[in-house]
Protein backbone atom coordinates (compact mmCIF):
# COMPACT_ATOMS: atom_id res chain seq x y z
CA UNK A 1 0.00 0.00 0.00
CA UNK A 2 1.46 3.64 -1.41
CA UNK A 3 1.20 6.23 1.43
CA UNK A 4 0.09 8.78 -1.13
CA UNK A 5 -2.31 8.43 -4.15
CA UNK A 6 -3.73 11.56 -6.54
CA UNK A 7 -7.36 10.41 -6.27
CA UNK A 8 -8.50 8.23 -3.31
CA UNK A 9 -12.25 6.72 -3.65
CA UNK A 10 -14.25 5.66 -0.70
CA UNK A 11 -16.82 2.86 -0.99
CA UNK A 12 -17.16 -0.35 -4.02
CA UNK A 13 -20.75 0.44 -4.82
CA UNK A 14 -21.54 1.84 -7.92
CA UNK A 15 -20.37 4.94 -8.31
CA UNK A 16 -17.07 4.89 -6.43
CA UNK A 17 -16.85 1.35 -9.18
CA UNK A 18 -17.46 4.32 -11.69
CA UNK A 19 -15.17 7.01 -10.74
CA UNK A 20 -12.86 4.27 -10.54
CA UNK A 21 -12.91 3.15 -14.02
CA UNK A 22 -13.29 6.52 -15.68
CA UNK A 23 -10.42 7.92 -13.49
CA UNK A 24 -7.96 5.02 -14.25
CA UNK A 25 -8.12 6.59 -18.26
CA UNK A 26 -5.65 9.50 -17.07
CA UNK A 27 -2.31 7.51 -16.07
CA UNK A 28 -3.37 8.21 -12.18
CA UNK A 29 -2.21 6.51 -9.01
CA UNK A 30 -5.72 5.21 -7.87
CA UNK A 31 -6.70 3.60 -4.85
CA UNK A 32 -10.19 2.36 -3.92
CA UNK A 33 -11.05 1.27 -0.51
CA UNK A 34 -14.48 -0.39 0.51
CA UNK A 35 -15.37 -2.19 4.21
CA UNK A 36 -16.57 -4.85 1.49
CA UNK A 37 -14.84 -7.73 1.34
CA UNK A 38 -15.84 -7.68 -2.96
CA UNK A 39 -16.80 -4.83 -4.78
CA UNK A 40 -20.44 -4.27 -5.52
CA UNK A 41 -21.90 -1.97 -2.82
CA UNK A 42 -25.46 -2.62 -1.68
CA UNK A 43 -27.14 -2.75 -4.83
CA UNK A 44 -24.56 -5.28 -6.41
CA UNK A 45 -23.34 -7.14 -3.58
CA UNK A 46 -21.63 -10.04 -4.21
CA UNK A 47 -22.07 -9.31 -7.79
CA UNK A 48 -18.54 -11.53 -8.55
CA UNK A 49 -19.82 -14.78 -6.92
CA UNK A 50 -23.58 -14.95 -7.72
CA UNK A 51 -24.73 -18.35 -9.13
CA UNK A 52 -26.37 -18.20 -12.49
CA UNK A 53 -29.92 -19.19 -10.68
CA UNK A 54 -30.16 -17.16 -7.40
CA UNK A 55 -28.40 -14.29 -10.30
CA UNK A 56 -31.63 -14.57 -12.28
CA UNK A 57 -33.88 -14.69 -9.33
CA UNK A 58 -32.75 -11.06 -8.53
CA UNK A 59 -33.05 -9.83 -12.10
CA UNK A 60 -31.18 -7.94 -14.98
CA UNK A 61 -31.01 -4.64 -12.64
CA UNK A 62 -28.95 -6.43 -9.95
CA UNK A 63 -27.25 -8.56 -12.86
CA UNK A 64 -26.05 -4.61 -14.34
CA UNK A 65 -23.57 -4.68 -11.90
CA UNK A 66 -20.98 -7.66 -13.71
CA UNK A 67 -20.54 -5.27 -16.57
CA UNK A 68 -19.19 -2.45 -13.74
CA UNK A 69 -16.69 -5.19 -12.34
CA UNK A 70 -15.27 -6.04 -14.61
CA UNK A 71 -14.52 -3.04 -16.28
CA UNK A 72 -13.21 -2.20 -12.96
CA UNK A 73 -10.76 -5.13 -12.75
CA UNK A 74 -9.43 -4.40 -15.77
CA UNK A 75 -8.13 -0.41 -14.66
CA UNK A 76 -5.53 0.34 -13.24
CA UNK A 77 -6.31 0.59 -9.79
CA UNK A 78 -5.17 -0.01 -5.99
CA UNK A 79 -8.04 -2.30 -4.02
CA UNK A 80 -7.97 -2.26 -0.61
CA UNK A 81 -11.10 -4.65 0.69
CA UNK A 82 -12.23 -5.45 4.04
CA UNK A 83 -10.86 -1.65 4.87
CA UNK A 84 -12.80 0.88 6.94
CA UNK A 85 -12.11 4.56 6.91
CA UNK A 86 -12.59 6.05 10.31
CA UNK A 87 -11.22 9.34 9.05
CA UNK A 88 -10.66 11.99 6.47
CA UNK A 89 -9.49 15.47 7.13
CA UNK A 90 -9.41 18.72 5.33
CA UNK A 91 -5.60 18.09 4.44
CA UNK A 92 -6.18 15.06 2.69
CA UNK A 93 -5.55 12.48 5.13
CA UNK A 94 -7.67 9.56 5.09
CA UNK A 95 -7.23 7.17 8.79
CA UNK A 96 -8.00 3.58 7.63
CA UNK A 97 -7.61 -0.03 9.56
CA UNK A 98 -6.29 -2.94 7.33
CA UNK A 99 -5.57 -6.31 8.32
CA UNK A 100 -6.02 -4.98 11.32
CA UNK A 101 -3.00 -2.03 11.33
CA UNK A 102 -4.20 1.56 11.13
CA UNK A 103 -2.56 3.77 8.78
CA UNK A 104 -2.81 7.33 7.58
CA UNK A 105 -2.66 7.50 3.67
CA UNK A 106 -2.80 11.03 1.87
CA UNK A 107 -4.75 12.06 -1.17
CA UNK A 108 -4.77 15.04 -3.68
CA UNK A 109 -8.24 14.42 -4.32
CA UNK A 110 -10.88 11.91 -2.57
CA UNK A 111 -14.17 10.63 -3.56
CA UNK A 112 -16.87 10.20 -1.17
CA UNK A 113 -18.83 7.50 -2.51
CA UNK A 114 -20.42 5.82 0.71
CA UNK A 115 -24.02 5.05 -0.44
CA UNK A 116 -27.30 4.99 1.15
CA UNK A 117 -28.63 3.27 3.85
CA UNK A 118 -32.11 2.25 5.24
CA UNK A 119 -34.20 5.15 6.94
CA UNK A 120 -34.54 3.80 10.51
CA UNK A 121 -38.35 4.79 11.35
CA UNK A 122 -38.70 3.91 15.39
CA UNK A 123 -42.57 2.35 15.68
CA UNK A 124 -43.81 0.33 18.81
CA UNK A 125 -42.23 -3.29 18.74
CA UNK A 126 -38.86 -2.23 16.11
CA UNK A 127 -36.11 -3.64 18.67
CA UNK A 128 -38.00 -7.17 18.96
CA UNK A 129 -35.99 -10.08 17.56
CA UNK A 130 -37.40 -10.83 14.63
CA UNK A 131 -38.10 -7.38 13.21
CA UNK A 132 -35.80 -6.54 10.31
CA UNK A 133 -35.00 -4.20 7.45
CA UNK A 134 -35.80 -5.45 4.28
CA UNK A 135 -32.61 -4.59 2.92
CA UNK A 136 -30.86 -6.28 5.31
CA UNK A 137 -33.03 -9.23 3.96
CA UNK A 138 -32.07 -8.73 0.61
CA UNK A 139 -28.08 -8.52 1.54
CA UNK A 140 -28.64 -11.94 3.13
CA UNK A 141 -29.91 -13.15 0.08
CA UNK A 142 -27.54 -11.67 -2.87
CA UNK A 143 -24.62 -12.54 -0.74
CA UNK A 144 -24.95 -15.96 0.83
CA UNK A 145 -28.54 -17.12 -0.75
CA UNK A 146 -29.91 -17.22 3.25
CA UNK A 147 -33.92 -16.52 2.82
CA UNK A 148 -36.43 -16.70 5.40
CA UNK A 149 -37.77 -20.35 6.41
CA UNK A 150 -41.33 -19.31 7.44
CA UNK A 151 -43.78 -17.52 6.16
CA UNK A 152 -43.48 -13.56 6.43
CA UNK A 153 -44.76 -10.29 6.37
CA UNK A 154 -43.31 -7.39 4.78
CA UNK A 155 -44.14 -3.63 5.69
CA UNK A 156 -43.46 -0.27 4.92
CA UNK A 157 -43.32 1.96 2.10
CA UNK A 158 -41.02 2.53 -0.77
CA UNK A 159 -40.39 0.32 -4.04
CA UNK A 160 -37.56 -1.96 -2.51
CA UNK A 161 -40.84 -4.26 -0.62
CA UNK A 162 -42.25 -4.71 -4.18
CA UNK A 163 -38.85 -5.81 -5.22
CA UNK A 164 -38.25 -8.33 -2.62
CA UNK A 165 -40.96 -9.47 -2.38
CA UNK A 166 -40.66 -10.45 -6.11
CA UNK A 167 -37.41 -12.03 -5.93
CA UNK A 168 -38.60 -13.77 -2.59
CA UNK A 169 -41.70 -14.88 -4.66
CA UNK A 170 -39.15 -16.71 -7.48
CA UNK A 171 -36.68 -18.03 -4.60
CA UNK A 172 -40.38 -19.74 -3.60
CA UNK A 173 -40.78 -17.99 -0.35
CA UNK A 174 -44.03 -17.48 1.27
CA UNK A 175 -45.47 -14.22 2.22
CA UNK A 176 -48.15 -13.18 3.89
CA UNK A 177 -48.79 -9.81 3.35
CA UNK A 178 -46.90 -7.13 1.82
CA UNK A 179 -48.59 -3.90 4.03
CA UNK A 180 -47.84 -0.66 2.28
CA UNK A 181 -47.69 2.15 4.31
CA UNK A 182 -47.96 4.84 1.95
CA UNK A 183 -51.35 7.00 2.49
CA UNK A 184 -53.99 8.30 0.01
CA UNK A 185 -52.81 12.28 0.52
CA UNK A 186 -49.22 11.26 -0.79
CA UNK A 187 -51.14 9.59 -4.19
CA UNK A 188 -53.03 12.96 -4.53
CA UNK A 189 -49.89 15.15 -4.06
CA UNK A 190 -47.51 12.64 -6.55
CA UNK A 191 -50.61 13.21 -9.44
CA UNK A 192 -49.09 16.89 -10.39
CA UNK A 193 -45.62 15.05 -10.58
CA UNK A 194 -46.63 12.06 -12.68
CA UNK A 195 -45.98 14.17 -16.36
CA UNK A 196 -42.14 14.41 -15.21
CA UNK A 197 -42.27 10.50 -14.11
CA UNK A 198 -43.53 9.50 -17.50
CA UNK A 199 -39.95 10.23 -19.16
CA UNK A 200 -38.53 7.75 -17.08
CA UNK A 201 -41.82 5.44 -18.08
CA UNK A 202 -39.80 2.16 -17.67
CA UNK A 203 -39.42 2.44 -14.06
CA UNK A 204 -43.20 3.02 -13.65
CA UNK A 205 -43.79 0.14 -15.68
CA UNK A 206 -41.64 -2.27 -13.61
CA UNK A 207 -43.43 -0.97 -10.29
CA UNK A 208 -46.82 -2.29 -11.86
CA UNK A 209 -45.65 -5.39 -13.50
CA UNK A 210 -44.15 -6.28 -9.59
CA UNK A 211 -47.41 -5.52 -8.14
CA UNK A 212 -49.40 -7.46 -11.00
CA UNK A 213 -46.92 -10.62 -10.72
CA UNK A 214 -47.70 -10.28 -6.51
CA UNK A 215 -51.38 -10.08 -7.15
CA UNK A 216 -51.47 -12.87 -9.02
CA UNK A 217 -49.34 -15.23 -6.87
CA UNK A 218 -52.13 -14.29 -4.11
CA UNK A 219 -50.48 -12.07 -2.21
CA UNK A 220 -52.21 -9.46 -0.27
CA UNK A 221 -51.12 -6.15 -0.46
CA UNK A 222 -52.56 -4.15 1.88
CA UNK A 223 -53.00 -0.21 1.21
CA UNK A 224 -52.96 2.55 3.36
CA UNK A 225 -52.14 0.45 6.60
CA UNK A 226 -50.99 2.90 9.74
CA UNK A 227 -50.36 2.02 13.07
CA UNK A 228 -48.32 -0.74 13.36
CA UNK A 229 -47.42 -2.54 16.12
CA UNK A 230 -44.90 -5.58 16.79
CA UNK A 231 -46.06 -7.73 19.26
CA UNK A 232 -43.97 -10.40 20.99
CA UNK A 233 -42.59 -12.10 24.37
CA UNK A 234 -39.18 -12.69 25.40
CA UNK A 235 -38.48 -10.28 23.34
CA UNK A 236 -39.27 -11.88 19.99
CA UNK A 237 -41.94 -10.99 17.79
CA UNK A 238 -44.93 -13.63 17.57
CA UNK A 239 -47.66 -11.31 15.59
CA UNK A 240 -48.23 -7.89 14.42
CA UNK A 241 -51.06 -5.38 14.75
CA UNK A 242 -52.51 -2.86 12.35
CA UNK A 243 -54.70 -0.85 11.25
CA UNK A 244 -56.14 -0.80 7.74
CA UNK A 245 -59.74 -0.04 6.17
CA UNK A 246 -60.62 2.03 9.73
CA UNK A 247 -60.09 -1.87 10.98
CA UNK A 248 -57.97 -3.54 13.46
CA UNK A 249 -56.14 -6.46 12.63
CA UNK A 250 -53.21 -8.97 13.91
CA UNK A 251 -51.35 -11.13 11.85
CA UNK A 252 -49.32 -14.18 13.65
CA UNK A 253 -45.89 -13.97 12.05
CA UNK A 254 -42.07 -14.51 13.58
CA UNK A 255 -40.41 -12.66 10.91
CA UNK A 256 -41.19 -8.90 9.77
CA UNK A 257 -39.16 -7.21 7.29
CA UNK A 258 -39.71 -3.57 7.07
CA UNK A 259 -38.94 -0.39 5.21
CA UNK A 260 -39.07 3.27 4.82
CA UNK A 261 -36.78 4.26 1.98
CA UNK A 262 -32.96 5.09 2.17
CA UNK A 263 -31.52 8.43 3.04
CA UNK A 264 -27.65 9.26 2.37
CA UNK A 265 -25.05 7.97 4.66
CA UNK A 266 -23.28 11.29 5.49
CA UNK A 267 -21.43 10.22 8.67
CA UNK A 268 -17.66 10.43 7.12
CA UNK A 269 -18.94 13.84 5.10
CA UNK A 270 -19.65 15.41 8.21
CA UNK A 271 -17.23 14.20 10.16
CA UNK A 272 -14.77 16.04 7.97
CA UNK A 273 -17.21 19.54 8.14
CA UNK A 274 -18.56 19.22 4.73
CA UNK A 275 -21.61 21.18 4.32
CA UNK A 276 -24.93 19.67 4.66
CA UNK A 277 -29.17 20.86 4.28
CA UNK A 278 -31.90 19.03 5.34
CA UNK A 279 -34.25 18.48 1.89
CA UNK A 280 -37.93 18.34 2.53
CA UNK A 281 -38.59 16.55 -0.44
CA UNK A 282 -36.11 13.39 0.10
CA UNK A 283 -36.89 13.47 4.34
CA UNK A 284 -33.19 13.85 4.90
CA UNK A 285 -29.79 15.52 5.46
CA UNK A 286 -27.50 15.60 2.39
CA UNK A 287 -24.04 16.85 1.79
CA UNK A 288 -23.92 20.08 0.17
CA UNK A 289 -22.37 19.56 -3.62
CA UNK A 290 -22.38 21.69 -7.22
CA UNK A 291 -22.95 19.95 -10.59
CA UNK A 292 -19.61 17.92 -10.23
CA UNK A 293 -19.52 16.61 -6.95
CA UNK A 294 -17.56 19.56 -5.20
CA UNK A 295 -18.34 19.88 -2.10
CA UNK A 296 -17.17 23.28 0.24
CA UNK A 297 -13.84 21.24 1.20
CA UNK A 298 -11.66 21.69 -1.74
CA UNK A 299 -10.56 18.20 -2.87
CA UNK A 300 -13.51 16.72 -1.13
CA UNK A 301 -15.69 15.26 -3.43
CA UNK A 302 -19.34 13.04 -3.22
CA UNK A 303 -20.81 11.03 -5.59
CA UNK A 304 -24.00 8.33 -5.91
CA UNK A 305 -26.71 8.23 -3.01
CA UNK A 306 -23.80 9.46 -0.58
CA UNK A 307 -25.24 12.87 -2.04
CA UNK A 308 -28.71 12.24 -2.60
CA UNK A 309 -30.87 9.49 -3.57
CA UNK A 310 -31.33 8.62 -6.98
CA UNK A 311 -30.51 5.03 -7.77
CA UNK A 312 -28.04 2.98 -8.61
CA UNK A 313 -28.39 3.80 -12.56
CA UNK A 314 -27.73 7.78 -11.25
CA UNK A 315 -24.99 7.09 -8.73
CA UNK A 316 -23.12 5.47 -11.65
CA UNK A 317 -23.40 8.37 -13.83
CA UNK A 318 -22.68 10.87 -10.95
CA UNK A 319 -19.38 8.73 -9.83
CA UNK A 320 -18.57 9.19 -13.36
CA UNK A 321 -18.63 13.44 -13.05
CA UNK A 322 -17.00 13.47 -10.00
CA UNK A 323 -14.24 11.41 -11.42
CA UNK A 324 -13.46 13.85 -14.24
CA UNK A 325 -14.02 16.65 -11.95
CA UNK A 326 -11.00 15.29 -10.04
CA UNK A 327 -9.01 14.44 -13.50
CA UNK A 328 -9.54 18.26 -14.04
CA UNK A 329 -8.40 19.40 -10.50
CA UNK A 330 -5.37 16.98 -10.96
CA UNK A 331 -4.29 19.18 -14.26
CA UNK A 332 -4.91 15.96 -16.74
CA UNK A 333 -7.74 17.92 -18.91
CA UNK A 334 -9.01 21.24 -18.97
CA UNK A 335 -12.31 22.91 -18.20
CA UNK A 336 -13.89 22.46 -21.75
CA UNK A 337 -12.66 18.83 -21.87
CA UNK A 338 -14.31 18.48 -18.34
CA UNK A 339 -17.42 19.90 -19.60
CA UNK A 340 -17.71 18.13 -22.68
CA UNK A 341 -16.57 14.68 -21.55
CA UNK A 342 -19.49 14.90 -18.33
CA UNK A 343 -22.10 16.21 -21.09
CA UNK A 344 -23.55 12.64 -21.55
CA UNK A 345 -23.54 11.50 -18.30
CA UNK A 346 -25.58 14.60 -17.00
CA UNK A 347 -27.55 14.31 -19.06
CA UNK A 348 -28.34 10.20 -18.36
CA UNK A 349 -28.64 11.61 -14.70
CA UNK A 350 -31.33 13.75 -15.69
CA UNK A 351 -33.43 11.23 -17.18
CA UNK A 352 -32.85 9.05 -14.23
CA UNK A 353 -33.88 11.69 -11.82
CA UNK A 354 -37.31 12.07 -14.09
CA UNK A 355 -39.03 9.46 -12.09
CA UNK A 356 -37.36 10.45 -8.36
CA UNK A 357 -39.73 13.94 -7.33
CA UNK A 358 -43.14 11.41 -8.02
CA UNK A 359 -41.81 8.39 -5.82
CA UNK A 360 -40.50 10.50 -2.90
CA UNK A 361 -44.13 11.99 -3.07
CA UNK A 362 -45.82 8.94 -3.43
CA UNK A 363 -43.47 6.90 -0.96
CA UNK A 364 -42.98 10.28 1.68
CA UNK A 365 -43.12 8.92 5.36
CA UNK A 366 -46.00 10.30 7.20
CA UNK A 367 -45.37 12.73 10.15
CA UNK A 368 -47.31 10.47 12.61
CA UNK A 369 -44.34 8.03 11.92
CA UNK A 370 -41.70 10.40 11.85
CA UNK A 371 -42.60 11.56 15.27
CA UNK A 372 -42.51 8.78 16.85
CA UNK A 373 -46.13 9.26 18.73
CA UNK A 374 -45.87 6.45 21.27
CA UNK A 375 -43.80 7.62 23.96
CA UNK A 376 -43.12 4.25 24.88
CA UNK A 377 -41.19 3.57 21.55
CA UNK A 378 -37.58 3.37 22.24
CA UNK A 379 -35.67 5.73 19.86
CA UNK A 380 -32.22 5.37 20.99
CA UNK A 381 -31.44 1.61 21.12
CA UNK A 382 -27.81 1.53 21.81
CA UNK A 383 -28.50 3.72 25.23
CA UNK A 384 -32.00 2.48 25.21
CA UNK A 385 -33.49 6.12 25.20
CA UNK A 386 -37.49 6.15 25.19
CA UNK A 387 -39.60 8.95 22.64
CA UNK A 388 -41.00 10.40 25.81
CA UNK A 389 -37.69 10.83 27.47
CA UNK A 390 -36.89 12.69 24.59
CA UNK A 391 -39.84 14.93 24.89
CA UNK A 392 -39.40 15.41 28.93
CA UNK A 393 -36.35 16.78 27.53
CA UNK A 394 -37.79 19.18 25.20
CA UNK A 395 -40.09 20.43 27.50
CA UNK A 396 -37.26 21.19 29.67
CA UNK A 397 -35.96 23.72 27.76
CA UNK A 398 -33.78 21.67 25.31
CA UNK A 399 -34.36 22.68 21.89
CA UNK A 400 -31.78 21.06 19.78
CA UNK A 401 -30.64 17.80 18.88
CA UNK A 402 -26.89 18.40 20.04
CA UNK A 403 -28.12 19.21 23.36
CA UNK A 404 -30.94 16.46 23.31
CA UNK A 405 -27.55 14.22 22.80
CA UNK A 406 -25.99 15.70 25.94
CA UNK A 407 -28.44 15.42 28.36
CA UNK A 408 -29.44 12.45 27.86
CA UNK A 409 -26.59 10.40 25.92
CA UNK A 410 -29.20 9.27 23.15
CA UNK A 411 -26.80 9.30 19.89
CA UNK A 412 -23.61 8.29 22.09
CA UNK A 413 -23.56 4.34 21.57
CA UNK A 414 -22.10 2.47 19.36
CA UNK A 415 -24.08 3.24 15.88
CA UNK A 416 -23.24 7.27 17.10
CA UNK A 417 -26.51 8.38 15.99
CA UNK A 418 -27.06 6.46 13.04
CA UNK A 419 -30.10 4.70 14.20
CA UNK A 420 -31.75 7.76 16.31
CA UNK A 421 -30.53 11.27 14.65
CA UNK A 422 -33.34 11.87 12.05
CA UNK A 423 -36.27 10.54 14.82
CA UNK A 424 -35.11 12.68 17.38
CA UNK A 425 -34.77 16.06 15.24
CA UNK A 426 -37.95 15.19 14.21
CA UNK A 427 -39.51 14.67 17.53
CA UNK A 428 -37.55 18.14 18.51
CA UNK A 429 -39.69 19.56 15.39
CA UNK A 430 -42.52 18.58 16.16
CA UNK A 431 -42.31 19.54 19.94
CA UNK A 432 -40.98 23.12 19.50
CA UNK A 433 -42.14 23.87 16.17
CA UNK A 434 -39.05 24.60 14.56
CA UNK A 435 -38.17 23.12 10.85
CA UNK A 436 -35.99 20.01 10.98
CA UNK A 437 -33.13 22.23 9.59
CA UNK A 438 -33.66 23.97 13.14
CA UNK A 439 -33.86 21.65 15.14
CA UNK A 440 -30.42 20.48 13.89
CA UNK A 441 -28.19 17.21 13.52
CA UNK A 442 -26.05 15.26 15.60
CA UNK A 443 -21.94 16.99 14.58
CA UNK A 444 -19.96 14.15 13.70
CA UNK A 445 -16.69 13.98 14.64
CA UNK A 446 -13.86 10.79 14.03
CA UNK A 447 -13.15 7.86 14.38
CA UNK A 448 -16.70 6.96 12.12
CA UNK A 449 -15.98 3.61 12.66
CA UNK A 450 -14.97 1.61 15.73
CA UNK A 451 -11.28 1.56 16.27
CA UNK A 452 -8.76 0.67 19.38
CA UNK A 453 -7.12 2.09 21.09
CA UNK A 454 -4.09 -0.37 20.39
CA UNK A 455 -4.37 -0.07 16.21
CA UNK A 456 -4.33 3.90 17.36
CA UNK A 457 -1.35 3.65 19.13
CA UNK A 458 0.19 1.41 16.29
CA UNK A 459 -0.58 4.51 13.91
CA UNK A 460 3.02 6.03 15.55
CA UNK A 461 5.31 2.97 17.13
CA UNK A 462 8.10 5.35 17.52
CA UNK A 463 6.34 7.07 20.15
CA UNK A 464 6.64 5.60 23.54
CA UNK A 465 4.97 7.97 25.71
Known amino acids: MNNHYQLVIIGGGAAGLSAAV ?19 GQIYRGIESVP ?9 DYLHGKSLATAFHRSDVDYFSSTQVWSVNKQGEIGIVNNNQAQILTADQIIIATGAMERPVPFPGWTLTGVMNAGAGQVLFKSAGVVPKNEMVLAGSGPLLLLLATQYLHAGIKIKALLDMSTLTNHLYALPKLPQALLAAHYLIKGMKLQQELKQAGIPILEGVSGLKALGDDNKINSISFKHNRKQKTFTTDLLLIHFGVIPHIWLTQSVGCHHRWDDSQQCWQPKHDQWGKTNLDGILIAGDGSSINGAKAAEYSGKISALQAVYALGKINKQQRHQLTLPAKKSKQQERCIRPFLERWFAISDALLITADDETLVCRCEEITAGEIRQAVHEGHHDSN ?5 NRCGMGACQGRQCANAVANIVAAETGKTIHEAGIYRGRPPVTPITLGQLANLYPQEKQ
Not at 23 to 40: H, P, T, V
Open 52 to 60: KQRGKQLGD
Open 22 to 40: TAANYDLRIALIDEQAAIG
Open 403 to 407: QIKFI
